[in-house]
């Protein structure tokens, strides 16, 4: 989408809203006033973080192009309303601790040895254990502000001893890895296995690693995951920003033959189209030429199919094109 169009829409949008919230009662019902600003407040929730502040600097531009007075004044206060400079890092945080609270919940009463079926071979203990030790590996590279790669062996965890007290422990874990994070600056410089090197990274990798272990649990007691459709779409996008710096997922990426795989979400109209071979790995957010194959469901069913927890052939996966491209593509890319 070019500059001009993306610039001429967010003014139409911010005229638009910003006409509806100043309309007097007689001219527009108030309750209707606010059932439309609420659903437009609402579609833009659904948009993933990076997306949000793209839009709020397009308002703030819109605004700029308008003259001084009262009416500038309306558009320029769009992007707070609409809540698009929200401290992203802040809710991250926040996300997390709500994920992991659920995570918690649901895997208290379970039977530690129960199978995981999403992650072949591991019980619940192990995928409680696993979370809980991401979170304290986490806490210690951010604390000690690693500028170099740390291994999970190094960081001490006191496990208990009975895995019944797992997840009280994984709870505990989530609370230093929070803590840390919300007192060291996001911007501030440290190694991360991704490719922003940043603390605020570290607040997007949790999320989405609760975000996952929770479906992990929930699929294996047969429930259906609860994922909200722009926070599916911004772990969709953290997954493809890390994937050239994961090496054995880079490896096995570049070995694929030639190939596309555009990933299309159904419920919010996002698209990311994937290109890889032996000329490298790239992905772009638009729909792009005609791929070699496309996966269609929701944000949250593309993000549990990049984690490897939807297969292909799921009933709520659409596949078009060539299948032995996205199981090519699949095969490589899951963990």
């Not at 809980?132 to 170099?148: K, M, N, Q």
């Not at 549990?304 to 491209?325: E, N, S, Y």
Request: with cysteine.
């Amino acid at each position: 989408m070019s500059d001009a169009l993306l610039n001429t829409l967010a003014e139409a949008l911010a005229d638009v809203v910003a006409t509806i919230d100043t309309c007097d009662d007689e001219t527009l019902d108030p309750d209707t006033a606010v059932k439309w600003l609420e659903t437009t407040g609402s579609l833009l929730d659904r948009l993933p973080p990076s997306d949000r502040r793209s839009l709020g600097r397009l308002l703030r531009r819109a605004a700029g192009r308008s003259p001084a007075g009262p009416w500038r004044e309306t558009l320029l206060r769009l992007p707070e309303s609409f809540g698009l400079d929200d401290d992203q890092h802040e809710l991250y945080c926040e996300a997390i601790e709500h994920t992991v609270r659920r995570f918690t919940a649901v895997v208290r009463d379970v039977d530690p040895a129960t199978p995981v079926t999403t992650c072949p071979g591991w019980t619940f203990a192990d995928l409680v254990r696993h979370h809980g030790a991401t979170h304290r590996w986490a806490a210690h590279v951010v604390g000690v502000r690693a500028c170099e790669p740390v291994s999970a062996r190094d960081v001490p965890l006191a496990l208990p001893a009975d895995p019944s007290g797992l997840p009280a422990w994984t709870a505990e874990s989530a609370g230093l890895s929070l803590a840390v994070l919300r007192k060291v600056d996001p911007e501030a410089p440290i190694w991360s296995c991704g490719a922003d090197q940043h603390v605020a990274a570290y607040a997007r990798r949790l999320l989405f690693e609760a975000v996952v272990h929770l479906a992990d649990a929930e699929l294996s007691l047969g429930r259906e995951p609860d994922i909200a459709a722009g926070t599916a779409a911004d772990g969709v996008e953290e997954f493809l920003e890390n994937l050239p710096h994961l090496p054995r997922l880079a490896r096995l990426v570049a070995a694929l033959p030639a190939g596309t795989v555009r990933l299309t979400a159904a419920d919010t109209g996002a698209a990311w189209t994937v290109a890889f071979g032996p000329d490298g790995f790239s992905w772009t957010r638009t729909a792009g030429p005609a791929p070699s194959a496309e996966v269609t469901g929701t944000a949250a069913d593309l993000l549990l199919f990049v984690h490897g927890r939807r297969a292909p052939g799921d009933r709520r996966l659409t596949v078009a094109g060539d299948p032995a491209v996205v199981e090519s593509w699949r095969a490589a890319t899951v963990f």
